[in-house]
């Protein structure tokens, strides 16, 4: 069977329209993916940009805040003094295995990170060093005289709990700095390993109160400790107010 010139070239012709538009289809595809993709690296090195910025303003606050700030400056630098360190072991690792009885981690770990008592242990009561920062004023009278705690053996034994020097020494040897939630008092008094007699009494605010070695304060009490020898009132009148200033 012979087929006419007339309908091989027609059918000629067809194959060459489907290979243009096939052709037309693979390039608008190509076209379509490089617009796409175009399109994603724009949107990635937007996002980078918008990051690397905000980071950038981010760091550019903190060091302007912290210019401003010396306190804060100060309490970044913060870390568990020797005493600390002895009392974070005995509370986090009582097996003394070199891990955190509540936690599993290297008890180092949990101690470089700021804290005395794991904050995994659902009966921690001290905060991480760093979450508190309140003031006190303290009067402390044995056989009638007040304890001048303005002398280098009672600074800073205690990160969490401490007294701290001051060019005004009466304020010196009476304001307390608690630099973290939940701190008990007898946390100062054994790193400044302050031993009381018998019969002592403590008072906050002017109402005695039962348990002074576990009472938290609360920021600008004023709490006196006394043994009971002489006059109440003119011990409760000498308690400073220092504390505000801080």
Request: charge should be negative; include cysteine; hydrophobic fraction near 40%.
């Amino acid at each position: 069977m012979i087929i006419p010139e007339e309908k091989i070239q027609d059918k000629n012709e067809v194959m060459e329209n489907k290979e243009v538009v096939s052709t037309v289809k693979d390039n608008k595809s190509m076209a379509d993916k490089l617009i796409t993709g175009f399109i994603i690296f724009v949107f990635i090195v937007a996002i980078s940009a918008l990051f690397y910025a905000s980071k950038s303003l981010f760091l550019a606050q903190k060091i302007t805040g912290a210019a401003s700030n010396p306190m804060a400056g100060r309490m970044s630098r913060m870390s568990l003094t020797p005493f600390d360190i002895e009392l974070a072991k005995q509370f986090m690792d009582k097996d003394n295995d070199g891990k955190c009885d509540a936690c599993g981690m290297p008890v180092e770990q949990c101690i470089d990170s700021g804290q005395m008592q794991c904050n995994m242990d659902s009966k921690s009561t001290i905060g991480i060093l760093g979450s508190e920062h309140i003031h006190a004023d303290i009067k402390v009278y044995v056989n009638g005289n007040t304890i001048n705690f303005a002398n280098e053996k009672y600074y800073m034994k205690s990160s969490f709990l401490h007294l701290d020097d001051n060019l005004n020494k009466e304020d010196a040897s009476s304001v307390l700095h608690m630099h973290a939630t939940g701190v008990p008092l007898w946390i100062l008094f054994d790193s400044i390993e302050l031993e009381f007699p018998q019969g002592i009494r403590a008072y906050v605010n002017g109402k005695e109160i039962s348990d002074y070695r576990n009472y938290v304060f609360n920021d600008l009490d004023k709490i006196l400790i006394t043994d009971g020898n002489g006059s109440l009132e003119q011990q409760l009148n000498s308690i400073t107010d220092f504390a505000k200033d801080h």
